[in-house]
């Protein structure tokens, strides 16, 4: 019902007299102001004007599912939304939420986590309202071995959305992080529940960095409010990120890998560079040359011998 009532004070900008929302939405008039009280409560500024009704001034800056969910249009993506203030960590729940049967799609939101976790055991930053920190839940009907299409594909749906919402050009390193000006901006962790050749569900994990003081970000990384010089609408943002992963998700299913590959070698910084990739205690340098149809990156060694790697940290030498 909240979801209705914001759905008209955003399509007026003018007061709403609250007899004709109420008879609109077939609630008593005690009921519409119950509802107001709650999402007044929320921290949207909602004024009451006696005789002329209601208007909504302003929307506070959340990540609420009525907020997410409004005007979003997907078929599959996000149609179930968990939102909570803080989490340890997204992963954690939308995994215990994966093994309860979630639908294809769910999403998992926190405004902050204090458990948030990256690649190779390292932790996630995960300040409270400044960044976006998901993880959407998804029942691909695959193979364990193509999962990492699915992190190719989430860093390229996260390079258009950067470009579509805020007009700035990321870039992926390979695996899976995502640069501007050199500097991460976002990073991806996909976590899996399969048996050997099946894929029961898979867990998509993107923290992104959105309206972080530079003063409170390592030298390595970067936020969106740092590269544009001005805060950016985190629920826009994460709308288009949404409709981004739905469109990217079904090309894979309509044109297969290699559509998604084609998009990825676009955004890649790590194609064409010497590079030092760290996997399992060891490492390999060499020419990353390109990337094959199952997400591994193929490196032409100094010796001419080509060799394909799967994960691991990547270092950009020149
Ligand atoms: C990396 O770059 O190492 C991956 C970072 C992934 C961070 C996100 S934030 C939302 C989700 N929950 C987590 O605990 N981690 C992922």
Redesign the pocket.
């Known amino acids: 019902m909240k979801e209705r009532i914001l759905d008209y004070l955003k399509k007026e900008h003018e007061y709403l007299s609250g007899d004709e929302i109420a008879a609109r939405l077939g609630i008593s008039r005690q009921g519409l102001w119950k509802h107001i009280q709650d999402l007044k409560d929320l921290g949207y500024d909602i004024v009451a004007v006696p005789h002329l009704g209601y208007r909504l001034e302003s929307s506070p800056d959340r990540l609420f599912a009525l907020e997410i969910a409004h005007g979003l249009n997907t078929k599959f993506i996000a149609k179930k939304i968990h939102y909570f203030d803080y989490l340890a960590?997204?992963?954690d729940l939308a995994m215990q939420l994966g093994i309860q049967a979630a639908s294809h799609g769910t999403l998992v939101l926190a405004e902050s986590?204090t458990?948030?976790?990256?690649?190779?055991g390292?932790s996630?930053f995960?300040p409270k309202y400044k960044g976006i920190?998901?993880?959407l839940i998804l029942r691909p009907n695959i193979s364990p071995s193509d999962s990492p299409m699915l992190t190719l594909l989430s860093a390229v749906s996260i390079c258009e959305t950067i470009k579509n919402t805020v007009g700035l050009d990321a870039q992926i390193k390979w695996p899976?992080?995502v640069l501007i000006c050199n500097k991460k901006i976002s990073?991806?962790?996909t976590e899996m529940n399969a048996e050997v050749d099946k894929v029961n569900f898979v867990v998509i994990?993107?923290?992104l960095n959105v309206n972080n003081d530079k003063k409170s970000l390592i030298a390595q990384a970067t936020s969106l409010k740092e590269q544009a010089g001005q805060p950016i609408s985190r629920i826009l943002l994460l709308q288009e990120l949404l409709r981004r992963i739905e469109n990217n998700y079904s090309l894979l299913e309509d044109k297969g890998a290699q559509a998604i590959i084609d998009k990825w070698r676009n955004f890649s910084l790590t194609l064409g560079r010497r590079v030092k990739v760290y996997y399992q205690d060891k490492h390999i340098e060499g020419q990353a040359v390109d990337i094959d149809k199952d997400g591994g990156l193929l490196i032409r060694k100094d010796s001419g011998l080509m060799q394909k790697v799967f994960s691991g940290d990547t270092m950009h030498c020149r």
């Open positions: 960590s997204t992963m986590q458990k948030g976790r990256g690649r190779l390292r996630w995960s920190y998901l993880s899976n992080d990073g991806i962790l994990g993107i923290g």
